[in-house]
């Protein structure tokens, strides 16, 4: 398959492996796939906001999850009073699958 200029997928799925709090859980997830210049205006957006940063950025960059907590800045804070840190673990989880590796050779 060739690699082609606005050929990306626009979705990534994924299950995030996650360890803390004294359990192990597989988070199963959709991330829409923001392009980084996308992602900084964002970052740049909330600067200057009053929404919730993690949050914020957790519900644009997920399209869906599958878990108990709504998608959205009041279920990420939810989850987040719940289960610390869950916020940037999904972030990074978002950074990992959009990066590209090489395979072989």
């Given at each position: 398959?060739?690699?082609?200029?606005?050929?990306?997928?626009?979705?990534?799925?994924?299950?995030?492996?996650?360890?803390?709090?004294?359990?192990?859980?597989?988070?199963?997830l959709t991330f829409h796939n923001r392009k980084p210049s996308d992602f900084e205006a964002r970052i740049a957006e909330l600067r200057d906001s009053k929404e919730p940063f993690l949050?914020?950025?957790?519900?644009?960059?997920?399209?869906?999850?599958?878990?108990?907590?709504?998608?959205?800045?009041?279920?990420?804070?939810?989850?987040?009073?719940?289960?610390?840190?869950?916020?940037?673990?999904?972030?990074?989880?978002?950074?990992?699958?959009?990066?590209?590796?090489?395979?072989?050779?």
């Amino acid at each position: 398959m060739a690699i082609r200029k606005g050929n990306a997928p626009k979705t990534i799925p994924a299950k995030l492996e996650l360890t803390g709090g004294g359990e192990e859980n597989t988070l199963s997830l959709t991330f829409h796939n923001r392009k980084p210049s996308d992602f900084e205006a964002r970052i740049a957006e909330l600067r200057d906001s009053k929404e919730p940063f993690l949050p914020s950025l957790v519900v644009y960059v997920v399209k869906e999850w599958e878990t108990d907590f709504s998608l959205s800045i009041e279920g990420v804070l939810e989850m987040e009073d719940e289960r610390p840190g869950i916020a940037n673990a999904i972030i990074q989880g978002f950074h990992r699958v959009r990066q590209v590796e090489l395979q072989g050779n």
